[in-house]
C-alpha cells in the first residue's frame, strides 16, 4: 500500500517514520542484485502526496535492481550502538513512477526544498509498504518493538537483553 494508506492504517509507525526521515534526511535502501545477493545502498527518501518516493540517478544499479525485481527494504540511519532515537524498518515493492505530472511536482518540491531539482533522466520510485517495523533501546537492556503488517493491526512489545537473548519482559 501507498504511503498515505499506511499511514492510515499505523499512524504511529507513519509518524515514527517521518520523524526519523526529517531528523537524518537519510535512509538505506535494500534491494536484490542481479545474482541474488543483497545492495546496500544511501537514499534520501520524500514523502510527497501520499507516496513514499526514492528517487535514484538515471541507470544506478540500485534503480537496476528495483526494476529487475521491486522487493526492497528501507531502513533508517542510526547513529550510535545503543540506537536510542530508534530505527524504522519498512518492507515493500518500488513502483515505478511514469507519470509525468507527479515526477515534476517532486522535482520541483525537491528544489524548493534543497536548492536542487533532479533533472531527466533519473529514476522514481513509490514504495508499496507490506510490513514495518519500529526498534528502540532503552536503559537496563530494553528494547521496545512494534511492528505491523499489511492487513493487521499494530503489534507492541517490550523485550529485555538476558545475556543470550531477547525475552519478552
Known sequence: MNWSKFAAAAPELARLAEERFENTGLALVGTIRKDGTPRISPIEPAIFEGHLLLGMMYQSRKALDLLRDPRCLLHTIITDKESTEGEVKLRGHAV???DAGLRGRHAQDTFEKTGWRPEEPFHLFSMDIEDAAFVQYSGGARQ??????????????LRRWTGSGYVDA
Not at 150 to 157: L, M, P, R, S
Open 96 to 98: 515505478d513512477v511514469t
Open 144 to 157: 521496545e518493538v512494534r511492528t505491523w503488517r499489511a492487513g493487521g493491526q499494530t503489534q507492541e512489545k
